[in-house]
């Protein structure tokens, strides 16, 4: 029986139930017990984000720029586990954003939802919660999380955080090695105040059954690491993944690999892609230099499902450069001022370009060229001799000390321009966000 088929016939995946019962039996008779409250913790996080978006070709939604200021609250809480050989512990979260300005002619950026006439919502809420076992050092939890893998990642790119409903394990019985498995069947945007069973990429997405996963970290305290995973978007796709990386002290080096084949009603279409990255960083006293090589083979585009699902290394502020046969370099410089007296302010700036898209081979039909009854002819997501290109330029304050200790402030600058075959925005983005956290734990 394969991975995959364990979940056929069962609404939950059971096997996840049978793989932290198994741990349980391995729990350490010597390990303290930790009281439910005593690690207890209570966070607020105070998020105020501007972002301002300058089309400077036709935007889809025929908007000359795009403007939105909002304040945003949220508030975490981490309980500790009852004793026992199985622990008790319970995760909650709430949300709570506010329009601050944002007019129905430049509205759409994310940070709020819109109503019927397409206005930013005053305000929007939302919580949740996931119920925790713990066991040795397994935890199994079951409920609405953010989630963290390179096959299916939550993000926390605006307001709020993306969220998903289900079970997740998370094992390192193993010294060295993190075990993470998870089956999702509900996803919360970062824009909504509810989740639903969607699950959108590019072109993909499922209404049903939902996303499963299965994993490791390895070797994750040793200069030589790495990750495998695998994972199933109902009916849509098998995706596979493979790091290798290197750490030393000025060198760091990273590779990425996925690869993605249809499976069962195949919903986006017959699918097979691989898609890679190499990067190499090195860091001299204050400077950081990075460059970086990514490419997609495959007549369709790498998809995914979860805003940061994709580890490539070109996948960067506003373009993730994996359109179909896509090619594309990066070349970075990081610098730490704290070496100029400035400690806690950092500056980042970075240009990738990609080039030889071509989407014109994708399986007509599927998600990426899907047929257009108005005009009686398949449309390809993406043309022939697509190529583009993304500048990005960032500034980001921590406060070290006194009364304002952690409040960041962080501004940043994106272009984007494109050709008509590779179908992106010309774009000019401004983001500016301030952050403060509250700590009122433990109890």
Request: hydrophobic share 35%.
């Amino acid at each position: 029986m394969t991975f995959f088929s364990l979940y056929h016939g069962s609404r939950y995946p059971l096997w996840l139930s049978l793989m932290f019962i198994g741990t349980a039996g391995t729990a350490l008779a010597d390990e303290p017990a930790q009281g439910f409250f005593d690690a207890a913790s209570l966070d607020v996080l105070s998020r105020n984000f501007y972002i301002n978006s300058d089309y400077r070709s036709p935007s889809p939604s025929g908007k000359n720029y795009k403007q939105e200021w909002a304040q945003g609250f949220i508030s975490s809480f981490a309980s500790g586990f009852t004793p026992g050989t199985v622990g008790v512990g319970l995760d909650a979260h709430a949300f709570l954003g506010l329009k601050l300005d944002g007019g129905k002619g430049h509205s759409g950026t994310g940070l709020l939802p819109l109503d019927a006439e397409g206005r930013s919502e005053d305000n929007y809420s939302s919580g949740g919660g996931a119920l925790k076992l713990r066991a040795s050092r397994t935890t199994l939890a079951y409920g609405e999380m953010m989630v963290e893998t390179p096959v299916f990642d939550t993000a926390d790119k605006r307001l709020q955080p993306e969220y998903a409903t289900g079970f997740l394990l998370n094992s390192r019985e193993i010294d060295n090695v993190n075990l993470q498995a998870g089956h999702f069947t509900a996803f919360k945007n970062q824009d909504s105040s509810s989740g639903k069973g969607n699950f959108y990429g590019y072109g993909a997405n499922t209404v049903a059954g939902g996303i499963s996963f299965l994993g490791a970290d390895l070797f994750t305290q040793s200069p030589v690491g790495g990750a495998l995973y695998a994972s199933e978007l109902t009916d849509t796709w098998h995706q596979y993944y493979a790091n290798l990386h290197l750490k030393q002290s000025r060198w760091f080096l990273d590779a990425n690999v996925y690869h993605t084949r249809d499976t069962g009603q195949a919903l986006a279409g017959a699918i097979d892609n691989t898609a890679f990255s190499l990067s190499g960083k090195y860091t001299v006293d204050a400077h950081g230099f990075t460059v970086a090589y990514q490419q997609v083979d495959g007549d369709t585009p790498f998809d995914f499902v979860g805003g940061d699902s994709i580890y490539l290394a070109n996948s960067i502020k506003y373009a993730d450069f994996n359109g179909a046969g896509e090619r594309s370099w990066q070349a970075r410089y990081d610098l730490d001022l704290g070496a100029f007296g400035i400690p806690g302010l950092n500056f980042m700036t970075r240009y990738v370009r990609g080039s030889h898209i071509d989407g014109t081979h994708a399986p007509q039909g599927g998600a990426y060229n899907p047929f257009d009854a108005s005009t009686g002819q398949f449309v390809p997501q993406q043309g022939d001799g697509g190529k583009h290109w993304e500048r990005d330029i960032d500034l980001r304050y921590v406060v070290q000390s006194g009364a304002a200790k952690d409040l960041t402030l962080q501004v940043s600058h994106v272009s984007h321009r494109a050709n008509t075959a590779q179908e992106g925005d010309d774009i000019d983005r401004i983001y500016i966000v301030i952050q403060y956290p509250l700590n009122f734990g433990p109890f």
